[in-house]
């Protein structure tokens, strides 16, 4: 059973990777508006290192490849 500490826990880290995955949908928009892909790398691998969830993840990749 998962006690409230670690529940609290892995929501704190859910919402941290979502942060992160915002980060690169925004990424995503500058890229759009044409700000440079070279530019933008930093905030892709910054997302890359932060998530750890499969789904987030493949969204991720499915976010960075539009570049």
């Given at each position: 059973?998962v006690?409230?500490?670690?529940?609290?826990?892995?929501?704190?880290?859910?919402?941290?990777?979502?942060?992160?995955?915002?980060?690169?949908?925004?990424?995503?928009?500058?890229?759009?508006?044409g700000?440079?892909?070279?530019?933008?790398?930093?905030f892709?691998?910054?997302?890359?290192?932060?998530?750890?969830?499969?789904k987030?993840?493949?969204?991720?990749?499915?976010?960075?490849?539009?570049?």
């Amino acid at each position: 059973m998962v006690g409230a500490r670690e529940r609290k826990q892995q929501e704190a880290q859910l919402v941290h990777e979502l942060d992160k995955l915002e980060l690169a949908l925004q990424a995503n928009e500058y890229a759009k508006g044409g700000i440079e892909a070279t530019k933008l790398k930093e905030f892709y691998e910054s997302s890359r290192t932060a998530i750890r969830d499969p789904k987030l993840r493949r969204i991720l990749d499915e976010i960075s490849t539009r570049n």
